[in-house]
């Protein structure tokens, strides 16, 4: 493939897919590490927990749902250790999304239908405003399998327990499907009286959206046919559907609306490649038939959501703002062992909300309002010139924990360099072409969490591709390399992350970005949402106050900053996580 097309109703869920990771980058999902997954945290250390992201306070966690007044996050988290092992369902609820109290876990393993793992779901509000968890268990004989669970009080705004009825399993596998492949209920959605969900899957290397139907949601039939599947895909973790209304409308809508006046989005998480793909297409909801739009890569090569530390998301609608949500877990960069000496693994990322773009060709994301409640002390930079080498520092704010709005303008891209036909995709065009590889229109951006001299330094930066005569690609990336003055030869995955910016910057001759920091996490938003990269860093140097902010250019063609803006993040209020 060439390097044009490779570089161009409410519920809740519990976060979806777990991995571990090695030097070069993850391994097999639901890997348990014997050693290590009930070794507790004696001690919890804090240089590189995130400040306004969501985390528990010590162990290993792996979704959200709108229900009377509260907001719901379910989560999977080990309680005994900081690596993937017995796993629970944990609970915490919010009224804002942003301070969080935690609950006593939701689910774990009692019953012969999920006694050996209660894994990722989701769930439905079903009429009477009566919400049903769906989730995978593993029976006696480790198979997975659907189960339900329902409150054992509705009536009370935190659903603080849950039961499991004994008609359980909903759903097994059928006698020709892989009995280890089959998990993570979408949530359903109702049309012309019977409800649908999918089921994540894959035969052979196929991976597969097993679609199951019911009338009242206790008892489900297999469709004959899937609602989607690709080839060459292997296992599909975490399938999420749901509708986007057309022409830019940010209204989100609920999952069981179809129409001309709605597009389809179908996402899943590739347990191979450890990255999250989606389509976009139509639904046709009297044969249940999903198509991709046309000339939509519906590959490893297509759309994703966030190119970098990014998996297991699920969307949510809620109800009362009228808009759809977006969530991802952010996994660690380093290793097991470390993660068990810090005492801790795992984020989530910003809730982020998502609508359909105005051209219909991808889907756009932006961190929700309510993170802006977060914001103090403020900076203002205009019509800032940057020179070839010459960075310039941002002062006035906590560079560590930051929420930063910058637009560059760019007088000609006249300058930019060729496409180099050795480039496979974004990311081998990043490695090859750094931060501190001077080129022509860029590369410029940000220094994050950087080291006062810049011995290290995390660099969201833009670079200008001219692919052919008047045409021209933006690339962006987040590049870990010299992030840490660790060496390279201790086992922390080190990505240049990269994606490409769907903008015409011939014609704009400018562009924005906006980057939220919090001390480990540096989460990334290109031209108002097009292109998404989260990171995950361990600086040694650039910690808490000796953390600083730069602005950069290392192309020939000067840029100027338009406008900043940056913002010292406050932490939330309350933010009590995982388990009580």
Known sequence: MDIVRKLLPVFLFAWCCV???????????????????????????????????????????????????????????????????????????????????????????????????????????????????????????????????????????????????????????????????????????????HWRMAVGGKRGQRGMAY???????????????PLHSAENTGMWECPDFFPLYKNGNKQGADTSRVGPDVKHAFKVSLDETRYEYYTLGMYKPEDDSYKVDPR???????????????YASKTFFDPVKGRRILWGWANESDSADEDTEKGWAGIQAIPRQIWLSPDGKQVLQWPIQEVET????????????????????????????????????????????????TWRDAETACAAKRSNVPGGVGPFGLLTLASQNLEEFTPVFFRIIKIKEQKYKVLMCSDAKFSTLKPFDEKQYRPSFAGLVDVDIAADKKISLRTLIDHSAVESFGAGGRTCILSRVYPTLAVNDAAHLFLFNNGTEPITVQTLTAWSMNAPKAMNQGEK
């Not at 679609?211 to 046919?225: A, E, G, I, Q, T």
């Not at 939509?296 to 990014?310: I, K």
């Not at 006035?396 to 496409?419: G, L």
Request: hydrophobic letters at 35%.
């Open 19 to 193: 991995f571990v990771i090695n030097k070069n980058g993850v391994e097999a999902s639901h890997r348990i590490i014997e050693r290590l997954q009930n070794v507790k945290a004696l001690e919890v250390k804090d240089a590189h927990r995130t400040k306004f992201h969501f985390q528990p306070p010590q162990h290993w966690i792996n979704g959200p749902m709108y229900f009377n007044g509260v907001y719901h996050l379910f989560y999977q988290y080990n309680p005994k250790g900081s690596v993937w092992g017995n796993i629970v369902w944990a609970h915490s609820v919010s009224k804002d999304l942003i301070n969080w109290e935690a609950l006593e876990p939701a689910i774990y393993p009692s019953k012969p239908f999920d006694m050996n793992g209660c894994w990722s779901g989701s769930a439905t509000i079903l009429p009477g405003n009566k919400p049903v968890i769906l989730y995978t268990g593993l029976d006696p004989e480790k198979r997975q399998v659907q189960n339900y669970a329902i409150p054992k009080d509705d009536t009370d705004p935190y659903l603080r327990e849950w039961i499991k009825p004994d008609n359980n399993p909903l759903v097994v596998p059928s006698p020709e499907m892989n009995v280890s492949q089959f998990r993570d209920p979408t949530t359903a959605w109702w049309y012309n009286g």
């Open 211 to 225: 679609l199951y139907r019911s009338m009242d949601f206790k008892f489900w039939v297999k469709s004959k046919h």
């Open 374 to 421: 977060l914001r103090g002390q403020k900076i203002d930079i205009t019509n800032q010139l940057l020179e070839k080498g010459k960075p310039f520092e941002v002062r006035s704010i906590t560079a560590a924990q930051a929420d930063v709005e910058v637009t560059f303008t760019i007088p000609s891209v006249d300058k930019a360099e060729e496409y180099d036909p």
């Open 296 to 310: 939509m890569l519906d590959s490893r090569d297509g759309l994703r959501y966030d190119y970098g530390n990014f």
